[in-house]
Nanobody, 125 residues
Framework: QVQLVESGGGLVQAGGSLRLSCAASGRTFNSFDMGWFRQAPGKEREFVAAIKWLGTSTIYAESVKGRFIISKDNARNTVYLQMNSLKPEDTAVYYC??????????????????WGQGTRVTVSS
């Protein structure tokens, strides 16, 4: 089992920045690919970003490419999502996810086996 706990959400003005953290415990963290998803009110959960277990490869949704950065610190069992140039449409609950390392990074909900409880991000205009 892997337990994931997100933190770092909050209220920020458009154009601002936030850094989300996801602390993992349980199984060997450095053998898991990690992902971030988000769910806005009234919408389905969508992929945001993912990173390989060694941190050697990343992938982003088009809507956040160039603004968000995912990173992983295996020594601290933590994955981060640095969010810059935030827009009101980035408002959502952000979820951390994990799955055993695989050849390709997963970008769908069913690709991941473990989920955190979410942290809310609100971007005001």
């Amino acid at each position: 089992q892997v337990q994931l706990v997100e933190s770092g959400g909050g209220l920020v003005q458009a154009g601002g920045s936030l850094r989300l953290s996801c602390a993992a415990s349980g199984r060997t963290f450095n053998s898991f690919d990690m992902g971030w998803f988000r769910q806005a009110p009234g919408k389905e959960r969508e992929f945001v970003a993912a990173i390989k277990w060694l941190g050697t490869s990343t992938i982003y949704a088009e809507s956040v490419k160039g603004r968000f950065i995912i990173s992983k610190d295996n020594a601290r069992n933590t994955v981060y999502l640095q969010m810059n140039s935030l827009k009101p449409e980035d408002t959502a609950v952000y979820y951390c996810s994990a799955r055993r390392a695989s050849v390709q990074l997963g970008t769908t909900i069913r690709d991941y086996d473990y989920w955190g409880q979410g942290t809310r991000v609100t971007v005001s205009s």
